[in-house]
């Protein structure tokens, strides 16, 4: 795999600026150089995890599926992500019932335990090596008043659902994390990581042996709704269908006013990884003496967690910044690591990349049915999308398929945007990011100088 990250001036070897998960699972084209046919039960735009996630199951159930795909299957979100299996969304139980409702809130929070469940079903079921394993999951506090409001929380939700977390001490965290600047975790037993890139090879091949046309290298460019169907215009001819399927996230772009329409209510964010060189096991237990997965409660967090079996460290850090090269950005992520954990400072990157996801205004995963057109769309997935994009594809899937199994809170919610907003947040994220930095990391710093116990 090509390297495009030289290192003139050190012995070290060069920072491939390619994500880790290449390695194992390198991405492939798929019938690009055939015809592409000129009908189709249902068109799917997007070959992530979502866009093949419904085109299985319709497969499945007898439809002939197309799947365009811009790039080459997988080449965006669906492997350039950290992995992680969880059961949580954005906000928080207490915040959701605030907004929503008691009884909506519940329904939420059961069907993100619900895709992780299936999750976890599908790889055994289908058989998908992808390195799937639930080691749990800690999330440190920033503050006394942080570790309180997740207890709150946690006991709240706890009187209407079972949740497999529990709370820890500050006094007792020492076995989670190895800093003394978090003031207690919170941990999640149930949940779990994977091999992003194994995982999407994995889906890929099931759909493609259901009988799935997957076409790389195909650009969905415009789009036209009648009585009839769908008319798709790509640089690759036209194709016409009964349904058409949006599944493509953060990379919904174009000129056409569908594309124009969903982009409008996404939220495009970028961060960064970093892979180190393989580490001895003294090393990775300073930094994560349970070798669980690590975040914090702030919100441009820092996430860390082991790779096995090579013995290395993943770290996703520097939400909405900038780096000129892959070099300078693996040691700000570095650095930003070695704040928790100062046995990283010193340790070699041998991967770097960057990385987009969608957010949208509410904080919550959309599916569901275009009123003014008619076409089926799942977009939006706000970080949660290695676990709920597969079971939010089914659940799409039999919606189209007319089955009860369809049926999901998430469905044909109001889809929010904003007054102006076009879609390119670029302009305001420096302005978003620096203050999240001065609300998060400024109550950190007062909590730590009260405190006489931190280093």
């Known amino acids: 795999m090509e390297n495009r990250d030289y290192n003139e001036h050190s012995c070290r070897p060069a920072i491939r600026d390619y994500p880790f998960w290449q390695e194992r699972s390198p991405l492939r084209s798929v019938v690009d150089d055939q015809v592409l046919p000129t009908q189709a039960d249902s068109v799917i735009v997007g070959a992530g995890y979502s866009g093949l996630s419904v085109a299985l199951h319709l497969a499945r159930a007898g439809r002939d599926v197309v799947v365009l795909e811009k790039d080459r299957p997988g080449e965006h979100a669906s492997t350039l992500n950290f992995g992680a299996c969880?059961?949580?969304?954005?906000?928080?139980?207490?915040?959701v019932a605030s907004d929503y409702g008691l009884e909506t809130a519940i329904r939420i929070f059961r069907e993100a335990k619900a895709w992780l469940d299936y999750t976890v079903d599908f790889i055994d079921r289908e058989q998908i090596d992808c390195g799937f394993t639930q080691a749990g999951r800690v999330y440190g506090a920033h503050?006394?008043?942080?570790?309180?409001?997740?207890?709150?929380?946690?006991?709240?939700?706890?009187?209407?659902?079972?949740?497999?977390?529990?709370?820890?001490?500050?006094?007792?965290?020492?076995?989670?994390?190895?800093?003394?600047?978090?003031?207690?975790?919170?941990l999640l037993n149930d949940v779990g990581h994977l091999d992003p890139g194994r995982y999407h090879a994995g889906l890929l091949q099931r759909a493609l042996d259901s009988g799935v046309r997957v076409y790389s290298g195909c650009r969905a460019d415009a789009f036209e709704c009648g009585r009839e169907g769908y008319g798709v215009k790509t640089n690759r001819g036209r194709i016409r269908a009964k349904e058409l399927i949006l599944c493509t996230n953060a990379q919904t772009l174009g000129a056409d006013p569908l594309l124009k329409k969903f982009r409008r209510r996404l939220i495009p964010v970028h961060c960064w990884s970093v892979v180190t060189e393989p580490l001895e096991d003294q090393i990775i237990r300073q930094a994560l003496p349970s070798e669980r997965m690590q975040l914090e409660t702030i919100l441009l967090y820092t996430a860390v967690r082991v790779i096995d079996p090579d013995r290395r460290i993943l770290v996703c850090a520097q939400h909405l910044y900038d780096h000129e090269n892959v070099r300078t950005a693996a040691a700000a992520v570095l650095d930003q690591a070695a704040e928790r954990m100062p046995v990283l400072k010193d340790v070699r990157a041998d991967y770097c990349w960057y990385g987009q996801f969608a957010m949208t205004f509410d904080w919550l995963p959309h599916l569901g049915t275009d009123p003014t057109t008619g076409i089926h769309y799942l977009i939006g997935l706000v970080g949660t999308g290695v676990p709920a994009s597969g079971y939010l594809g089914w659940k799409l899937a039999n919606r189209i398929l007319g089955n009860s199994e369809g049926e999901t809170v998430f469905a044909d919610r109001p889809f929010p945007t904003r007054p102006f907003y076009n879609g390119n947040p670029a302009w305001v994220l420096p302005a978003v990011r620096e203050y999240y930095r001065f609300k998060d990391l400024g109550a950190w710093k007062k909590a730590l100088e009260k405190d006489p116990h931190s280093r």
């Open 143 to 186: 503050t006394p008043e942080a570790f309180t409001a997740m207890a709150r929380d946690l006991e709240y939700q706890q009187q209407y659902m079972p949740v497999d977390s529990v709370m820890i001490s500050r006094l007792e965290q020492k076995n989670e994390v190895c800093s003394d600047n978090f003031f207690g975790v919170q």
């Open 86 to 95: 969880g059961r949580t969304i954005r906000h928080k139980f207490t915040k």
